[in-house]
């Protein structure tokens, strides 16, 4: 037998060009919705990496939760 080359991995980029193309196919409206509703998802994933990782220290002791407990201060405010 002929040995196949592995699987390409998936991704958070492949993984949005997969949900783009289903959210933009002939398919049906209930798969349309869904690959939208993850497109949506994914692409707030990426534009939002603090998700990706929980700060612990002294002031967060629990974690921040992904970010969501951090503030910025954008022109002192």
Do not use: M, Y
Request: hydrophobic share 35%.
């Amino acid at each position: 037998p002929v040995p196949q080359p592995p699987p390409a991995p998936v991704t958070v980029v492949t993984r949005i060009g997969t949900a783009q193309r289903g959210a933009t196919s002939g398919a049906d409206r209930v798969k349309r919705a869904v690959e939208l509703t993850w497109l949506f998802h994914l692409i707030g994933d990426v534009h939002q990496p603090l998700h990706c990782c929980t700060l612990f220290n002294d002031t967060f002791p629990t974690g921040d939760r992904g970010g969501n407990k951090s503030l910025a201060r954008v022109e002192g405010r």
